[in-house]
């Protein structure tokens, strides 16, 4: 995973260091297929919007949710590059990242699961936690130049 991120105001890097950080153990988890690892990344009223849209909130159905992902479908591998870390605030990170993923049995990714992941972070005295993560399918309507082009940079990482 490649980490192309950068900071603005004036926090500190190794905060935006974290905030990629979470991001990566989020990605590796599903790359896993661990639902507790994943759930437990996040705050315990933490959310996800899924790549269909479904809204998932709380840890413990986060947990549930996933776990049934993965034992009802053949989840793929995510690549990801990441475009931007941002801590707007003190204590509130915010990931932007763009997404492939390669099929279990496959070795090249599928342009059609590419996918835009924000993440936003908070910061607590034992460390970071998420509060919110969303997976946007990158099907960029009627522009397929943008879909290759995503899924040429996330191949280079391959």
Known sequence: M????????TASASNAEAVGEIYRKLLDAWN???AAGMAELFEVD?????FDGSPVNG????ESTMAAIFANH????YVAK?????????????VRAIVGMVPQDGTDINPAVNAIQTLVAV????????ALFQNTPAQFHGRPEMVAQITAELRELL
Request: hydrophobic share 25%.
């Open 123 to 130: 910061r607590h005295d034992d460390g970071w936690r998420i």
């Open 82 to 94: 990441i475009r931007e870390v941002r801590l707007p605030l003190p204590g509130v990170g915010i």
């Open 32 to 34: 896993r297929r661990s």
């Open 59 to 62: 840890r413990g159905e986060i």
């Open 46 to 50: 933490g959310n996800v919007v899924g």
């Open 2 to 9: 490649n980490n192309d991120s950068h900071t603005s105001g």
């Open 74 to 77: 053949p989840t793929g591998a």
